[in-house]
């Protein structure tokens, strides 16, 4: 194979050299050294960032193919040290006065051979002119004199002089970068749930995702085990650490194909009615831009169309989807339902249920209807929709609710950890702890989570979920399916055992029975009575869809039914009886009424008759 190799001091001298896979660094520094004529020992080899060495830590020698991953055509630099040129004294005859003069030269350092001038430099805006003083290609960056000796940026190759680069000495360092490359973020970099004091922008806190909702999937529908109303959060983010809604941006969870399962108020347009058990919710696109949460102003630039997000939340309507007139839903009780959040920016414009600060939940809602409306202002189309509280709890702005929310110890969700409070320990009820108590066979992990403390019900099955019931062999999704507890106390699912066919654990290498394993029925019914959504399918029908393939059927039947009257001639028989089924007489009621007559002797002469 070729390498390339290219000297940035040798007017960019580009070369290759045939090695081969076996190659030795030491040997192949010795090629470019006869090639260049230049020691070995007065220059750096440099292949993807790194210095290349001669032997590696196990002083064992290092090649090209194995231990720096050099292939064909790849580039490697070659980069000649330090040099510093002596002092040199000139003597001068000063043709007019007759004199000898003495001249010294002063010692100049070359701190960086790579990208100083090369010998045969032609500058294409001086021409190397020396009487012109300043130039914008070889002189200094700032001050554009081509005097002194200056400084040249391993980033950019610009000159710099030490004053300009505000300087009081010469950099001793390796590498030198200008004040335009130097980065100088290092300074800002925090920790999580820190935040930055440089700059008015900056000052939010930095939030760093480290945990997913394991619980349910992405796409679920309805409400989240362990999640109750009036639940808040701090940032966004966490609200979808907890999956309660997952999409760090938008308003909207979901897509136009699965539907909207969640939803955002934050801000919105003020004339949004918003009465607590039902809201109007104005559309995505049609470029809708706001100031600090409000949109003061609409700033609509085309019709919003019904697409994307948009049909999202259109699909759950129970009825079927019309993007021209909107629709009204048939029985809106069995729209599908939307987890809704309000967010404390909504105070600005409907401030009468926003929460006073972060992300709150506040239940599930369902789609009444939704229609396009014409917005007087801009002359746009926005498309308005129409939610409706259907949720069995109490909402978080009653008094009741709020009493129910202390009790169970639901607070703020803090993205530092140290400033969410702990108020109430969750315990499982007494139900749970039965069940616990008949899988004897993971008495050891059960000892182990008793003794922890969780200040949720949500935190306790994320952790069961997430950490302390997964598959031992590390390459499942979870949550874990048909858990099997092995004889030494680790938890494997049935399919990694089949595939894998190993006889022994994955944790610790302890042989496995012979013979069929058995899925742990006990953990199983632990886990569905913790989490009522462990093991759903969740391949739920939209309601438009499903009212749509009605509508479809019932047009097809009466397709069928005409082309059979047009190519078939059927007998009057049967051309009397399809009328008679097309227009069916009204049919009688009939009343029934049962009369109790007693044991007397008359009430049964009566029912003597009667019979």
């Known amino acids: 194979m070729q390498v390339q190799i290219l000297i940035p001091s040798k007017n960019q001298r580009r070369f290759s050299i045939n090695v081969t896979k076996e190659e030795t660094v030491a040997s192949f520094r010795r090629m470019v050294a006869n090639e260049v004529k230049v020691p070995e020992k007065d220059f750096l080899l440099i292949a993807f960032g790194k210095i290349m060495v001669d032997k590696k830590s196990d002083n064992k020698a290092a090649t090209l193919f194995s231990t720096y991953r050099i292939r064909h055509q790849t580039c490697i630099f070659v980069h000649i040290n330090v040099q510093e040129t002596p002092c040199k004294t000139e003597v001068i005859l000063n043709p007019k006065c007759n004199k000898v003069e003495r001249t010294q030269t002063s010692t100049r350092r070359e701190t960086n051979l790579v990208t100083v001038p090369f010998e045969a430099f032609k500058c294409d805006s001086c021409h190397n002119n020396d009487k012109t003083l300043k130039c914008l290609e070889c002189g200094c960056v700032k001050c554009q004199y081509k005097t002194g000796d200056p400084l040249i940026c391993d980033q950019c190759d610009n000159y710099w002089h030490l004053k300009c680069a505000k300087l009081t000495r010469m950099p001793t360092g390796e590498y030198w970068y200008c004040p335009d490359c130097i980065n100088l973020d290092v300074k800002v970099v925090i920790g999580k749930g820190q935040r930055v004091n440089e700059g008015v922008s900056r000052k939010k806190a930095i939030v760093v995702r480290d945990v997913d909702c394991v619980i349910v999937p992405s796409h679920h529908v309805g409400k989240i085990p362990g999640i109750y109303c009036g639940q808040s959060w701090e940032f966004r983010t966490l609200a979808y650490d907890w999956g309660i809604h997952r999409a760090k941006t938008l308003s909207i969870a979901g897509s136009s194909l699965t539907g909207a399962v969640s939803l955002v108020l934050s801000g ?260 569905q009575s913790l989490n009522w959504a462990y093991g759903m399918e969740h391949s739920e029908v939209l309601p438009s869809t499903f009212l749509e393939d009605i509508a479809l059927e019932k047009v097809e039947e009466d397709l069928d039914f005409d082309i059979k009257q047009e190519f078939e001639y059927p007998s009057l028989s049967e051309s009397i009886s399809s009328t008679t089924d097309l227009n069916p007489k009204r049919p009688k009621e009939v009343r029934i009424i049962i009369e109790y007559l007693g044991d007397s002797p008359e009430g049964q002469k009566k029912r003597k008759k009667n019979y």
């Not at 009468?352 to 506040?362: Q, S, V, W």
């Open 268 to 527: 919105g347009l003020r004339e949004d009615r918003d009465d607590g058990y039902q809201f109007v919710f104005s559309g995505t696109g049609g470029q809708l831009k706001g100031a600090n949460g409000a949109f003061k102003k609409l700033g609509l630039k085309e019709d919003q169309k019904l697409t994307r997000y948009n049909k999202a939340l259109a699909v759950t309507c129970y009825a079927p989807f019309n993007d021209v007139t909107g629709a009204k839903a048939l029985n809106w009780r069995k729209s599908r339902p939307i987890r809704v959040c309000r967010a404390s920016n909504r105070l600005n414009t409907h401030p009468e249920f926003a929460p006073l600060e972060g992300i709150r939940y506040d239940g599930l809602y369902k789609v009444v209807k939704y229609w396009p409306h014409l917005d007087k202002e801009t002359g746009f189309i926005i498309w308005k929709y129409l939610f409706r509280r259907d949720d069995q709890e109490l909402p978080p702005w009653m008094a009741l609710c709020k009493s129910m929310s202390t009790r169970r110890g639901l607070r703020m969700i803090c993205s530092d950890e140290n400033e969410t409070k702990k108020l109430v320990q969750y315990t499982p009820p007494e139900h749970i702890q039965r069940l616990i108590a008949k899988d004897r066979k993971n008495v050891r992990l059960w000892t182990e989570i008793k003794q922890m403390e969780f200040w949720s019900e949500y935190e306790f099955l994320h952790y069961l979920f997430d950490t302390a019931i997964t598959c031992s062999s590390n390459v499942c999704p979870k949550p874990i399916k048909d858990p099997v507890t092995t004889p030494c106390g680790h938890i494997c699912c049935m399919e990694c055992l089949e595939r894998s066919q190993m006889d022994q654990c994955f944790t610790c290498r302890t042989p496995l029975p012979k013979g069929p394993l058995r899925v742990n029925n006990n953990l199983v019914r632990v886990l």
